[in-house]
């Protein structure tokens, strides 16, 4: 229990930021997020059915205090390494089980606020159980569909082509599907959009003149 396990997966945005110009301004964006501000939201994020490892997620504000509640511990574990905790129901002291946390404070994690997840048991029970739990904890609340690429996107750890990048990813059922998704997810349809936009300005300072061949210099 004393030593973790690095996980570094949220910690890739922070290590390969997008360019600011791919992000709106936030005030362009609030409509597209119905999340009240400094709210916290969870979700089961391994997808739905028995399995051995389910994981569930919850950003924002209150997730230290969702983790401390549920593992009775005053701290979380040191930032992006899994540490093994006994899950506790707050409200009963009920043991629900023991499973894997970890704790991704904000800006570096996959939505750019305070982030948890809990690694437990895929039984729906233990899922079901869990979940009822978070949904104690004040300030929380189940997630909207969605609603955490949704935060990325707002706090400018996600462009438009990341996030339909990320979709895609999910959904790919071949090689290629996966490949091409792979590479919208790490910029590269982004960055093509991003030239195109410094042409199209470029254009427009020069007075609507795109940038031609130069001319050579007359000789004589």
């Not at 437990?120 to 569909?145: D, F, K, N, T, Y």
């Not at 093509?192 to 020069?206: G, I, M």
């Amino acid at each position: 229990m004393g030593k973790g396990v690095l996980h570094p997966f949220w910690d890739v945005g922070q290590e390969h930021p997008l360019p600011p110009r791919c992000v709106p301004p936030r005030r362009q964006m609030r409509h597209l997020c119905s999340a009240a501000h400094g709210d916290t939201v969870f979700a089961l994020s391994s997808g739905h059915g028995k399995c051995g490892v389910a994981v569930i997620r919850a950003s924002g504000p209150g997730c230290r205090a969702a983790l401390q509640s549920l593992t009775g511990r005053p701290a979380p574990p040191p930032p992006r390494v899994l540490a093994l905790r006994r899950i506790r129901d707050p409200a009963t002291n009920e043991p629900l089980d023991c499973g894997l946390v970890a704790w991704f404070p904000g800006p570096r994690s996959f939505t750019g606020e305070d982030c948890c997840e809990l690694h437990v048991h895929g039984g729906p029970a233990v899922v079901s159980g869990v979940l009822q739990a978070l949904g104690r904890v004040p300030g929380l609340r189940p997630a909207e569909p969605g609603e955490f690429s949704r935060r990325a996107f707002r706090n400018g750890k996600l462009d438009l082509t990341a996030a339909e990048g990320l979709r895609d990813l999910v959904q790919a059922e071949t090689e290629a599907q996966r490949r091409q998704a792979l590479r919208q997810m790490d910029g590269e349809l982004g960055r093509l959009y991003q030239r195109w936009s410094d042409l199209l300005t470029q254009a427009r300072a020069r007075g609507g003149r795109t940038p031609g061949p130069r001319r050579q210099p007359a000789r004589g």
